[in-house]
Structures are given as C-alpha cells and as structure tokens.
C-alpha cells in the first residue's frame, strides 16, 4: 500500500487547510486510516483516525477545529483544518491500519503545514 499525502503550505493564523491522501495497491485490507503529525524536537502524535465505516475519532487539541473524513471507496481521507493556530505547525503524515493490526501499518510521505501567527 503506498499513501500519497498533499495538500500542506502556509497560512496565518485563524486560516483554514485541507489535506488530503490517496492510497494506492491492496488497499482492501486496509480498516483505520488517519493523519499523524510531528513538530520539529517533539515526537509524532495522532491527530485523527477514521474507521472504515466513518467512526472518528479526534485529539483533544484539534476537536471543534479538525474534522477527518474518507470518501465512499475508502480509500482517500481528508482533514479539514480550520482555525489553525501557530502551534498547529507540523508535518503532517498520513497513515493507513491493515485490518486486525496492532497499529499503523502505512505511512505517507508528510506534508508540511505551517501557521504564521
């Protein structure tokens, strides 16, 4: 399974950005998909997964701005991101769960957001 990630750039505070990531191969395997995100000198941490049959589930710091969705083949998921804020500067990775795995099994490429205060 290959991700592809896209959809990062710069934009001020209080500005919204949309990503999006496409899998590609034996993506029938694939349940939980979702969107990971790493700042310089800090270690990655989940922002949002879907499941397979649209279950979210959202950190604490992005609920009421961020919203994940996948689309009906399930094989692309998005993050609408509004309300950013300067803390929300991270690259940003996708990421996709092969089925009955105790994590992720799939990464993407990572997209740079960067929120300008």
């Known amino acids: 399974v290959q991700l592809q990630a896209s959809g990062g750039g710069l934009v001020l505070a209080g500005g919204s950005l949309s990503l999006h990531c496409a899998a590609s191969?034996?993506?029938?395997?694939?349940?939980?998909m979702g969107w990971y995100r790493q700042a310089p000198g800090t270690q990655r941490e989940l922002v949002a997964k879907i499941t397979s049959v649209g279950a979210t589930n959202y950190a604490d710091f992005v609920k009421g701005r961020f919203t994940i969705s996948r689309d009906n083949a399930g094989n692309t998921v998005y993050l609408q991101m509004n309300s950013l804020k300067p803390e929300d500067t991270a690259v940003y990775y996708c990421?996709?769960?092969?089925?009955?795995?105790?994590?992720?099994?799939?990464w993407g490429q990572g997209t740079l957001v960067t929120v300008s205060s």
């Open positions: 191969g034996r993506i029938v395997n694939i349940d939980y």
């Open positions: 990421a996709a769960r092969r089925a009955f795995s105790a994590g992720f099994s799939y």
